[in-house]
């Protein structure tokens, strides 16, 4: 694909249910991030893939956050029993050598 | 632990009005400053990476540059689709990048 892609581009939820987000990256891309960015604020680093390294999961605020990359290609972000303050965007990124591209971000509002 | 301080927090410019951003930094083995423009509603837009002291990089009314402790973002002349937060990251020796809270610019014709 032409850049890096994520679905859904917006979730409304209801807090205590789960939600699964994804994200495809550039293709042959072997790193990819996830990011959490509340209104106004900068990024907070979530995890982290490298390759078939084991990820780098110290930003993950919860147990109740997950994420798995399946082929060394699309990952999904799962958020267990959702809270309103897991409200925010959601923004995927994959890297190559010097440069990070970032999808559209998924929109999650928790009620 | 890796930090990243933009300044100003806002920044609002006439048309013309030539500025500059800062983004100081404090990094266990620096492997790159980033620094990204993201629109409302989307996600960052790669615009530079830097890996040395002394490096510039430039790109349209736009550049870059990068000492041991901090980054410049330069703004020659902009124009109103300047207009957008901008946002500096660096990456670790782990891998791991680290971004500031960002400077939402306002360009005014």
């Known amino acids: 694909g032409a850049g890096v892609s994520q679905s859904p581009s917006n979730k409304v939820t209801e807090k205590g249910k789960d939600v699964e987000l994804r994200c495809d990256p550039i293709?042959?891309?072997?790193?990819l991030y996830w990011y959490r960015q509340s209104l106004g604020q900068g990024l907070e680093f979530l995890i982290y893939?490298?390759?078939?390294?084991?990820?780098?999961k110290s930003g993950l605020p919860s147990d109740r956050f997950s994420a798995e990359r399946t082929g060394g290609s699309v990952s999904t972000l799962t958020i267990q029993r959702t809270q309103q303050e897991d409200s925010a965007v959601y923004l995927c990124?994959?890297?190559?050598?010097?440069?990070?591209?970032f999808g559209p971000g998924t929109r999650l509002t928790v009620l | 632990e890796d930090q990243v301080t933009q300044s100003p927090e806002a920044l609002r410019l006439q048309e013309g009005e030539s500025s500059s951003l800062n983004c100081s930094y404090t990094v266990s083995g620096l492997r790159g400053l980033f620094w990204y423009r993201q629109d409302p509603g989307k996600g960052p837009e790669f615009l530079f990476t830097l890996y040395s002291a002394g490096e510039e990089k430039e790109k349209e009314r736009l550049k870059a540059t990068l000492t041991k402790k901090e980054s410049f973002l330069h703004i020659t002349a902009p124009k109103p689709e300047d207009s957008a937060t901008y946002l500096c990251?660096?990456?670790?020796?782990?891998?791991?990048?680290?971004f500031g809270a960002g400077t939402q610019v306002v360009v005014t014709p």
């Open positions: 990124a994959s890297v190559a050598v010097g440069e990070q591209f």
């Open positions: 990251a660096v990456r670790d020796s782990w891998g791991k990048f680290q």
């Open positions: 893939f490298q390759g078939n390294s084991a990820p780098d």
């Open positions: 293709s042959g891309h072997t790193a």
